[in-house]
Nanobody
């Protein structure tokens, strides 16, 4: 059974940092790409960043480039999202998701497996 468990969300002031973790199990880590998505109240779910577990190649949305960094630890089957210089508009529920295939991309419909989400709130 595929499981994705996020952790690390919380409340932070604007300009602060948080690191989210996504612990994956139930599938061969190297055969999947892992993405981080977010959904703010009243808005559609959007992609933030993703990584190919196979070769470590990454892709980031323009809205987070230069501020968010995605990485993975194959030994722990865990993907991280380091978020720096946080802004109030980054406030959302953050989800990690997995898709078969190693090409990193941020199309929501390509991801079959989703975690339960973790809340990130950035105060101004």
């Amino acid at each position: 059974e595929v499981q994705l468990v996020e952790s690390g969300g919380g409340l932070v002031q604007a300009g602060g940092s948080l690191r989210l973790s996504c612990a994956a199990s139930g599938f061969t880590f190297d055969d999947y790409a892992i993405g981080w998505f977010r959904q703010a109240p009243g808005k559609e779910r959007e992609g933030a960043s993703c990584i190919s577990s196979s070769d470590g190649s990454t892709y980031c949305a323009d809205s987070v480039k230069g501020r968010f960094t995605i990485s993975s630890d194959k030994a722990k089957n865990t993907v991280y999202l380091q978020m720096n210089s946080l802004k109030p508009e980054d406030t959302a529920v953050y989800y990690c998701a997995a898709k078969e295939g190693v090409r990193p991309e941020l199309a929501v419909e390509e991801y079959a497996y989703w975690g339960q989400g973790t809340q990130v709130t950035v105060s101004s």
